[in-house]
């Protein structure tokens, strides 16, 4: 039955989806064609709002069919459930729409230069913090299922599709200034995918329950059952969403937190989390064995925080009336006392004010000074004009230098900012004028001279990954460069006094885990494909530490010492923890009782190694006694 | 509750408008039953509700004996139901449709179905869209009759068709489901059709069963009398079971149900000077008692 109701339900939609592979296709002419260059925005403009309006299309004509032949009264007199019979057609036409995402993926995935254009699209401030596949396939599904849930109640179909895309947008606006009344932030993704299931779970169970339930054929008795109940699940979503969100159990079966920045710093390790409705800053603290809070706020976008002796730097978002969403540079102290903000970018009296703050900040390794950039395009110069801010971490001694970059470079990341010279080290993505990236420049800023120059035509620099690294002395950096002409990764030590390069390896692939400085800055240790490797600036040689019988991302850190090595290896479907000594023996070798999420998430301290398990916990191992702790 | 199919006291309104009000039925299993009422007077609804299309807003229905609520679905695999206009899928060929159909009836038998195809002469590739009205009625029956139904609902289902196709369905399908024991509800509007056909009937007017009787015992019962008296009698005929009287002069006219010979001697009593006894048509007996 099932089976015939799936292809009942494709044979009605085969002109929606004809037509979405027939756009499909034209998007495919269009980009290998001459007028690719001219058409490529307006196309990833096209397939962003293609996908929710494919969807409000098909979920509106849910009921058309038996609507227009009376055939509602043939389909009723069938002996099917009518709970059974929704959802059925529920599923079909979401399977329709699901090869339409399959579709968009691979023309999304396949044209050159729409896929950088899709990822480049800077959604409006209210989306901001949606991560794309929440833009590209759960607001789709959400209207779908609003559109779906609401096309029995009414025979005019073009009044349900606007209707439904009304409904989806408002609850979407609605959403978003409730959590800001709630938390004083905006959306996260996965706040946003819970609270939309709950949002799909409320149509789904209103338009079943007024299915099964009211009379079909009398449209305003129908439409008022089901508002009624609609309205009392979106309110009950509205108080367990809230609930569930701020107790952290959603979907999770317990307390997930995700740590999407780490930072080692002296012997405790700062981690930057989502948890519990809140991005925070959290501290382990070695001594006292235990995680304290030491900043909460919107600090998702501006990702990496700087540690330096006892200060830390981080951007907040703000959102004060007109304005909007801003970022403001905030220091704090690294036990989590004296937070302020030096910018006050909702000030007028600043000298910050409605500035846009770009990438991250940099402490100089004293902790007394911070840099960090703002920048907008000039529209006739077409220059990109960044400003590089330093100033005390008190607020005075405000200095500004002007630099002007093409118009094509985005995406500023600060690396390096050795204080005792005036050069900043900085990433930059350079696109084509199609907004295709071309390459990721490694760029050095002589502030004095307000110039600059490349240093490295394309490096990696995916920082979650730690694949570019300023060693804890700030003497050296360690990255990934892509050298062209020879087709090879090379991983380089960049001498931050005399920038001095050194490549200690290089493949045609390097397929780099992470690489971690040890505590004195002389040796550098990191993982690629199937094996681990250490480099000693001293002897300049480079050693093998372990093999592994398969290409795996493993977890790897110094201990506080800078001699020993923690390294978690696989051994046949068990993962151990392995100590290595100076000499790079195997020393000890101890049994991990939980699954290990990332490799970046293990951190080496004073006699005892803090690791993350299971999206939900950090664990202490102590070295000595090998007993594990919960410690978050 | 002997029967097949039972009702008690279905109400059901839209809007303000009351359609039926305690509305209660019982059909009996193997025979053919026969629902009249003018246009508008609920016996869609009532059939509708009946097949879980509409809800009730009050009372109960049961078949075999086991409550039906609106959600219930399995009865209907033991129903069959023709309904008063196209309620097909329009986009679909015939073959497409019958195998959608199929797909719900764990008895369904597809040799009858393609039998009857052949019959009807229905070409299985062309679209619902292009069938005509008796096309369309012919279908309906096959997709009604391939899924071996016990029990047969027609609503309304001859009315706007040609004399030979009605004549057909009537006479031939009809019949032989009657024969072979299928109980069957048969709701019209056109009196006629149905008179040779069915075993009970029931008129429905205002919302209720204003008679529910054996049709044979009906007809047999039910007269119209024709009276002559030297003065008039309309004041003086007053008993028990005057369905309609007209008088006009010396001249009055009554239908009389059920007739007896105690009303006989009654009326003789009045002493007129002729007595004409005439049974009714089934149109005849459906005028008086709607009227």
Request: net charge positive.
């Amino acid at each position: 039955m099932f089976v015939k109701i799936l292809l009942k339900e494709w044979r009605e939609n085969i002109l929606v989806f004809s037509l979405a592979i027939i756009l499909m296709f034209a998007l495919v002419a269009l980009s290998l064609s001459n007028l690719r260059e001219m058409t490529l925005n307006f196309s990833a403009m096209f397939l962003l709002l293609f996908l929710p309006f494919a969807a409000a299309l098909i979920g509106s004509g849910g009921f058309y069919s038996e609507f227009k032949d009376n055939a509602w009264i043939y389909i009723f007199s069938r002996p099917i459930k009518k709970e059974i019979l929704w959802i059925f057609k529920y599923i079909s036409l979401l399977s329709i729409l699901l090869v339409i995402f399959l579709l968009f993926i691979l023309v999304k995935q396949f044209l050159p230069g729409l896929n950088e254009i899709l990822s480049d699209i800077d959604f409006p401030s209210e989306f901001r913090g949606i991560l794309s596949f929440s833009v590209y396939f759960v607001i789709p599904l959400i209207v779908f299922t609003i559109s779906f849930s609401i096309s029995f109640l009414y025979d005019k179909q073009f009044i349900i599709f606007f209707v439904s895309i009304i409904i989806g947008t408002g609850l979407a606006f609605i959403y978003r200034y409730y959590l800001e009344f709630v938390w004083n932030t905006y959306y996260y993704t996965g706040n946003f995918r819970s609270f939309g299931l709950f949002i799909a779970l409320s149509f789904i169970l209103a338009s079943i329950l007024t299915f099964i339930k009211a009379d079909f054929s009398q449209m305003g008795k129908k439409i008022l059952f089901f508002s009624k109940l609609v309205v009392l699940f979106l309110a009950l979503s509205l108080v367990l969403g809230t609930v569930g969100i701020a107790k952290g159990d959603l979907f999770t079966g317990g307390r997930e937190f995700s740590p999407y920045y780490s930072s080692k710093h002296l012997n405790d390790v700062y981690l930057c989390t989502y948890s519990a409705g809140a991005e925070k800053v959290i501290r382990y603290d070695s001594e006292t064995d235990k995680v304290e809070k030491v900043f909460i706020g919107d600090i998702y976008s501006s990702q990496k925080l700087s540690i330096s002796k006892n200060k830390i730097a981080l951007f907040k978002y703000t959102n004060k009336g007109r304005g909007g969403w801003k970022k403001d540079l905030w220091i704090v102290n690294i036990d989590g006392s004296g937070e302020k903000t030096l910018t006050e970018i909702h000030n007028p009296d600043s000298p910050f004010y409605n500035l846009g703050i770009y990438g991250n900040c940099l402490l100089s390794p004293d902790g007394n000074k911070v840099i960090f950039l703002t920048g907008k395009k000039g529209r006739k110069s077409k220059k990109y004009k960044i400003t590089v801010w330093r100033m005390n971490t008190n607020g005075t001694g405000i200095n500004k230098k002007n630099l002007d970059f093409p118009i094509n470079y985005t995406e500023f990341n600060l690396v390096a900012w050795p204080a005792s010279t005036n050069h900043l080290i900085l990433t930059i993505v350079e696109k084509s004028p199609t907004f295709k990236k071309v390459a990721d420049r490694l760029i050095l800023v002589d502030l004095e001279k307000e110039k600059y120059q490349i240093l490295f035509d394309d490096v990696r620099s995916e920082f979650y990954r730690k694949i570019m690294e300023v060693s804890p002395t700030y003497n050296h950096l360690g990255l990934v460069w892509r050298d062209h002409p020879e087709n090879k990764e090379k991983l380089v030590i960049l001498n931050l006094k005399t920038l001095d390069s050194k490549v200690i390896f290089e493949a045609e692939l390097m397929r780099i885990w992470a690489m971690k400085w040890s505590q004195d800055g002389e040796k550098i240790v990191f993982s690629r494909a199937r094996e681990t490797l250490v480099y000693t600036l001293a002897d300049d040689k480079l050693r093998k530490v372990s093999k592994r019988d398969y290409s795996y991302e493993i977890g790897f850190d110094w201990l506080a010492d800078g001699k020993r090595l923690a390294i978690i290896i696989p051994d046949y479907n068990e993962l151990f923890l392995r100590i290595f000594d100076e000499e790079f023996k195997e020393e000890k070798k101890i049994r991990i009782p939980y699954p290990v999420e990332r490799s970046v998430y293990l951190w080496g301290l004073d006699n005892k190694v803090l690791m993350y398990f299971n999206r939900r916990s950090l664990f202490r191992l102590d070295l000595e006694t090998e007993k594990w702790k919960k410690v978050y | 509750m002997n029967g097949i199919l039972t009702i008690k006291n279905l109400s059901k309104s839209f809007g303000k408008k009351k359609v039926l009000e305690n509305f209660s039925l019982n059909i009996e299993k193997g025979k053919v039953y026969g629902l009249l009422g003018i246009n508008g007077e609920g016996k869609t609804t009532l059939i509708r509700m009946i097949m879980g299309v509409i809800p009730p807003d009050d009372g109960e229905i049961f078949f075999k004996n086991k409550k039906i609520s609106f959600r219930d679905d399995s009865y209907k695999k033991e129903i069959g139901f023709i309904a008063e206009e196209s309620i097909f899928y329009s986009w679909m060929p015939i073959k497409e449709l019958l195998s959608f159909n199929a797909s719900f009836y764990p008895k369904w038998n597809t040799r009858k179905a393609n039998e009857y195809l052949e019959k009807f002469s229905l070409d299985p590739k062309t679209k619902i869209r292009y069938l005509s009205r008796g096309m369309k009625l012919k279908l309906g029956l096959i997709v009604t009759l391939a899924s071996e139904p016990e029990f047969l609902i027609l609503d309304d289902p001859t009315s706007g068709l040609d004399v030979p196709t009605r004549h057909d369905f009537l006479k031939e399908i009809i019949k032989e489901l009657s024969e072979a024991g299928t109980t069957i509800l048969f709701s019209t509007h056109i009196v006629h059709e149905i008179e040779g056909i069915i075993d009970n009937l029931g008129i429905l007017r205002f919302g209720s069963l204003i008679l529910d009787e054996d049709f044979h015992e009906l007809k047999n019962s039910c007269m119209r009398i024709l009276l002559t008296s030297e003065e008039s009698l309309g004041d003086k005929l007053k008993f028990d079971g005057i369905i309609t009287q007209k008088t006009n002069g010396n001249q009055s006219e009554l239908v009389v149900y059920p007739w007896t010979e105690e009303k006989k001697q009654l009326i003789e009593n009045l002493k007129p000077t002729s007595m004409e006894i005439k049974p009714l048509n089934l149109e005849e007996i459906f005028i008086s008692f709607a009227s």
